[in-house]
């Protein structure tokens, strides 16, 4: 993708460290906000900061689309806190006791708090985004319910998910909240953007986003050396799913039937059944099937990002370039040729 001249000059210029800086700090203010029991748990959940990928593309799309600053700052902060709660709660779905190299608020604080925690925060997004106008509130909510039933589609499927319901799951839980930052902006400034665009960019950028988190999982701290924890506990995985469809019918049913009892359990079904599996997964040619869907997701998505207008081209360049980045130190064949003969 190449942007017209006078855009990469403008986003290149842009000091995104005062932006930062003044998204934190209101932020702070949900935290300082927050009831009694909430600000010491909202206070440490905030101060890891991450990529703050979603705020920025929510301050760029609304300020470009002619928002005045201290609203466009309003805009992103809440985008931040609906993507917060999303980790919150995604931690307690998944009983993750990491994340950003630190401890969840599930692993600190336990599920009940760490849910009242996620819960506040959608309450105070929906406040802050209801500033903003009607739009903003509406657009705000709509995502919250398709990422919430998204989700809630990695609980309810039987056995272990094929590679289409698999893309399917990626999409609904993970694009709306990438392409809320744009879409929202739009709708509360009422600047005409080609949403349907939008939002094919996004759901492949969002598959992309899902398979480089599958892959980071699949090689984990141990590399190949130990198996993951997404076959562990059987949850959804890009390599995983390669795999499973790979399979013919009656180790594909059995596969199936395990993974069914694992989640079932909530907890490994044994170190037998795990490593039997983990050797078949690291022996077929799943990995490099994923990362093949995952070069077409990106190439679909580059496509689809240049489709787009300038000025939307503008506000997606630097989570289009993270994720170019993020591709490059998957090194895809190199890495597989490195693990698999080793």
Same mark, same amino acid.
């Given at each position: 993708?190449?942007?017209?001249?006078?855009?990469?000059?403008?986003?290149?210029?842009?000091?995104?460290?005062?932006?930062?800086?003044?998204?934190?700090?209101?932020?702070?203010?949900?935290? %300082?906000?927050?009831?009694?029991?909430?600000?010491?748990?909202? %206070?440490?959940?905030?101060?890891?900061?991450?990529?703050?990928?979603?705020?920025?593309?929510?301050?760029?799309?609304?300020?470009?689309?002619?928002?005045?600053?201290?609203?466009?700052?309003?805009?992103?902060?809440?985008?931040?806190?609906?993507?917060?709660?999303?980790?919150?709660?995604?931690?307690?779905?998944?009983?993750?006791?990491?994340?950003?190299?630190?401890?969840?608020?599930?692993?600190?604080?336990?599920?009940?708090?760490?849910?009242?925690?996620?819960?506040?925060?959608?309450?105070?997004?929906?406040?802050?985004?209801?500033?903003?106008?009607?739009?903003?509130?509406?657009?705000?909510?709509?995502?919250?319910?398709?990422?919430?039933?998204?989700?809630?589609?990695?609980?309810?499927?039987?056995?272990?998910?094929?590679?289409?319901?698999?893309?399917?799951?990626?999409?609904?839980?993970?694009?709306?909240?990438?392409?809320?930052?744009?879409?929202?902006?739009?709708?509360?400034?009422?600047?005409?953007?080609?949403?349907?665009?939008?939002?094919?960019?996004?759901?492949?950028?969002?598959?992309?986003?899902?398979?480089?988190?599958?892959?980071?999982?699949?090689?984990?701290?141990?590399?190949?050396?130990?198996?993951?924890?997404?076959? %562990?506990?059987?949850?959804?995985?890009?390599?995983?799913?390669?795999?499973?469809?790979?399979?013919?019918?009656?180790?594909?049913?059995?596969?199936?039937?395990?993974?069914?009892?694992?989640?079932?359990?909530?907890?490994?079904?044994?170190?037998?059944?795990?490593?039997?599996?983990?050797?078949?997964?690291?022996?077929?040619?799943?990995?490099?099937?994923?990362?093949?869907?995952?070069?077409?997701?990106?190439?679909?998505?580059?496509?689809?990002?240049?489709?787009?207008?300038?000025?939307?081209?503008?506000?997606?360049?630097?989570?289009?370039?993270?994720?170019?980045?993020?591709?490059?130190?998957?090194?895809?064949?190199?890495?597989?040729?490195?693990?698999?003969?080793?």
């Amino acid at each position: 993708m190449t942007l017209p001249g006078h855009m990469q000059e403008q986003r290149t210029t842009q000091d995104f460290s005062e932006i930062r800086a003044r998204i934190s700090a209101r932020l702070g203010q949900a935290t %300082a906000n927050a009831p009694e029991a909430l600000r010491e748990i909202s %206070a440490a959940h905030l101060a890891t900061e991450g990529k703050r990928l979603r705020g920025e593309m929510a301050f760029q799309a609304a300020t470009l689309f002619g928002a005045h600053f201290d609203r466009a700052i309003t805009w992103a902060a809440a985008v931040e806190l609906i993507h917060s709660a999303s980790l919150v709660h995604d931690d307690v779905c998944d009983r993750d006791i990491e994340r950003r190299g630190q401890e969840t608020v599930f692993s600190l604080y336990g599920e009940a708090l760490a849910v009242c925690l996620g819960d506040y925060y959608i309450a105070t997004a929906v406040r802050m985004s209801a500033l903003l106008g009607d739009q903003a509130a509406l657009q705000l909510c709509d995502c919250v319910a398709r990422s919430t039933g998204g989700q809630a589609l990695e609980f309810t499927i039987a056995g272990y998910p094929s590679w289409g319901r698999y893309c399917e799951i990626a999409v609904e839980k993970t694009s709306p909240l990438l392409s809320l930052p744009v879409t929202g902006a739009a709708g509360f400034t009422n600047h005409s953007v080609d949403r349907k665009s939008v939002e094919a960019y996004f759901a492949n950028a969002a598959t992309c986003f899902q398979i480089i988190n599958d892959l980071d999982n699949f090689f984990g701290s141990q590399g190949l050396a130990a198996p993951c924890s997404d076959l %562990a506990f059987c949850r959804p995985n890009a390599v995983i799913s390669s795999f499973r469809d790979s399979l013919q019918a009656p180790q594909q049913s059995r596969f199936d039937q395990w993974s069914e009892q694992t989640r079932a359990a909530r907890q490994s079904c044994g170190p037998t059944g795990i490593l039997e599996w983990w050797q078949s997964i690291r022996q077929s040619p799943a990995l490099a099937h994923t990362v093949q869907r995952l070069l077409f997701h990106f190439n679909t998505a580059n496509s689809e990002l240049n489709r787009l207008t300038p000025e939307v081209q503008c506000v997606l360049s630097k989570f289009h370039g993270w994720l170019d980045s993020e591709l490059e130190k998957v090194n895809a064949s190199a890495l597989i040729r490195k693990e698999l003969n080793s």
